[in-house]
Structures are given as structure tokens and as C-alpha cells.
């Protein structure tokens, strides 16, 4: 048998300076981790002085920075880290159970269609799972399913960032939003150039104001905004309450604002490309079994609103 080569340096050293990395400095990352800020600057330091090389710049007034050294092993470090992690949660479960924390992204208007069945079917189903949501925007889960902080996300496909697997799972189309009293509320379709020249409650949230803004340029035309808001309930209040129509999405149940104002959703005539809605995930590592088993299971859901349903 060959001798078993032990390197010199610890999943601990490397786990610090992944932490020191995504917080920024070494203070953070004592906090963050319940630690003395010496404890992780001498184990930062150690694992220089092992690996031969400096890994990062660590400057008081502007915090930790990494050479080009140091992005190398944080990202090698990742996936070993995780694999240590996934390694002590088998250990804890039965043959065939799913154990562990699986942290899912959600894009904030896609929340009230996505997260209940996944956290109260798959829920129910593997009880040792602990499920743990991060609510963003698309911009701010850039970089956190390739970091592993995300371990599954559920976004609209106009803007995916980065470059995980990912997997379309419904569509939805845009509607006209209008107050129950409005003139267009009876019509059986509204066109865009019967809503260009009011006035425009737009939700002001990346990527929907660029889809919003596109349909309209798509037809030659220029909206009249009058109020933007980064709340899908704020748009439907305000047009609840007259001050102007909404174009969305997502298509709630209820057929009040969150003031009980009546508002009813009308099909945009043409009809305007549906957003597809993906699950997307780390196409750098391999998931472990329970991220797998989620996958699928949104795979097998019938989705409310859907086009397809």
C-alpha cells in the first residue's frame, strides 16, 4: 500500500480564508464565524507560510484582499469544503434519508408561487431537510451559487447570472393591471397602445422594468411612468387605487390589492412572449442528493399561474 500523503496545511486554514474572502476582512469574518480576529489572521498567516506563497493583502482601512495566488486556492477550496461538509452530513443519515440544509434563491415577485409547495410538500416529505430561503433580486445572486451560499435558485430566464446548469420549468405572460372601475376593465383584451399615453405604476426591480420597458419598445412605443416601486404589492395597491395601470406577471388568487381595492388582470393583445421561469444550480460542483431531489421535485410540480397549466 502507498503511504497516504497528508498535506500540511487544514480544512480549518482553509475554511478561514474562504470566510475572510467573502466577508471582505478579517474582522467580519471573526464575527460572522464567532471567532478572535487573531485566531484567523495567524491561521490565514500559517497557511502562507506552508503553501510558500502569499494569498492575500491584508490592509486595515481597506480590509482583505486576495492575489491572484489567493483566488486560486479559495476556489479550489470550495468544493473540498463542501465535500467535508456533505461528508459529516451522510454520517447522520439512514440509508435512503435525505439530511442537511438546502439554502434556496428566489427572485421576490416568484416567492408566493414558488416557496410553498417546496417548503410545505418537499417539506413534509424529507422532514430532516432544512430548507432556508434567500429572497434577491438577480443581481444580487450573482456569484452566490458558484460560491455555494445559494444552493438552488429559482429566477426568470431574461437574466441568469453566471453560468449554472439550469432547467425551465414554466412560463408565465405579461398582463394589464387595471382598477375595477377603469374603462379597460371591461374590454376583452387591452393592446399597448391603449395603455402607452396613461399613466404607468411600474415595478421598478431587475430584470422586470427591463421586460416591462421592452414590450414596449418591441411596439414602437414609449410609456408614461408615473410612479416606480420595487413591491409587486405596492404596484397593485396604487392601482387598486386608480393612480395608474401595472404590467406583471405573476397572477395571484386574490382579485383585491393588499387594501382590498378590486383590480383585474386583462390579456395584452398581440400577445407578448412569455418569461420563462428556470431552476438553476452550481455547474461547478456536484450536488449533493437532497439539492437533487429538489430539483426534481419542482420538476414534477404543476405550477399555479403557469402557461402551461
Not at 483566488?71 to 452530513?89: D, I, M, Q, T
Not at 443519515?93 to 440544509?101: C, N
Not at 458558484?146 to 429566477?155: I, L, M, N, P, T
Request: glycine share 8%; with cysteine.
Amino acid at each position: 500500500m502507498e503511504p497516504i500523503d497528508v498535506p500540511d496545511f487544514t480544512l480549518r486554514q482553509l475554511s478561514y480564508l474562504v470566510a475572510a474572502a467573502d466577508s471582505g476582512t478579517i474582522a467580519a469574518a471573526s464575527a460572522e464565524l464567532h471567532l478572535t480576529s487573531s485566531a484567523i489572521s495567524d491561521a490565514i498567516t500559517e497557511l502562507e507560510r506552508t503553501m510558500g506563497m502569499r494569498l492575500c493583502v491584508r490592509r486595515r482601512a481597506h480590509g482583505l484582499t486576495l492575489t491572484s495566488a489567493g483566488s486560486h486556492v479559495v476556489a479550489r477550496a470550495r468544493p473540498l469544503l463542501a465535500a467535508a461538509r456533505e461528508l459529516g452530513v451522510s454520517m447522520r443519515s439512514g440509508p435512503g434519508e435525505l439530511v442537511g440544509p438546502i439554502t434556496i434563491g428566489c427572485y421576490p415577485t416568484l416567492a408566493p408561487t414558488v416557496l410553498p409547495p417546496l417548503l410545505h410538500d418537499f417539506g413534509e416529505a424529507h422532514p430532516r431537510v432544512e430548507l432556508q430561503i434567500f429572497e434577491a433580486t438577480h443581481d444580487r445572486l450573482e456569484g452566490r451559487i458558484e460560491s455555494g451560499e445559494v444552493d438552488v435558485a429559482f429566477v426568470y430566464d431574461l437574466l441568469v447570472p453566471g453560468m449554472p446548469r439550469r432547467e425551465k420549468l414554466f412560463e408565465l405572460s405579461a398582463y394589464v393591471l387595471v382598477a375595477a372601475g377603469d374603462p379597460l376593465a371591461d374590454a376583452d383584451t387591452v393592446t399597448l397602445e391603449d395603455v402607452a399615453e396613461r399613466d404607468l405604476i411600474l415595478l421598478d426591480a431587475p430584470p422586470s422594468s427591463a421586460h416591462t420597458l421592452s414590450l414596449f419598445t418591441a411596439r414602437g412605443l414609449l410609456p408614461r411612468i408615473r410612479h416606480r416601486t420595487t413591491s409587486y404589492e405596492v404596484v397593485r395597491t396604487l392601482v387598486g387605487r386608480g393612480l395608474g395601470y401595472g404590467i406583471l406577471v405573476q397572477r395571484p388568487a386574490n382579485p383585491a390589492s393588499y387594501e382590498g381595492y378590486p383590480v383585474v388582470m386583462k390579456e395584452i393583445s398581440p400577445a407578448v412572449p412569455p418569461v420563462g421561469i428556470d431552476v438553476i444550480w452550481s455547474a461547478e460542483t456536484d450536488s449533493p442528493d437532497r439539492v437533487r431531489a429538489l430539483i426534481e421535485f419542482a420538476r414534477s410540480i404543476r405550477w399555479t399561474g403557469s402557461d402551461a397549466s
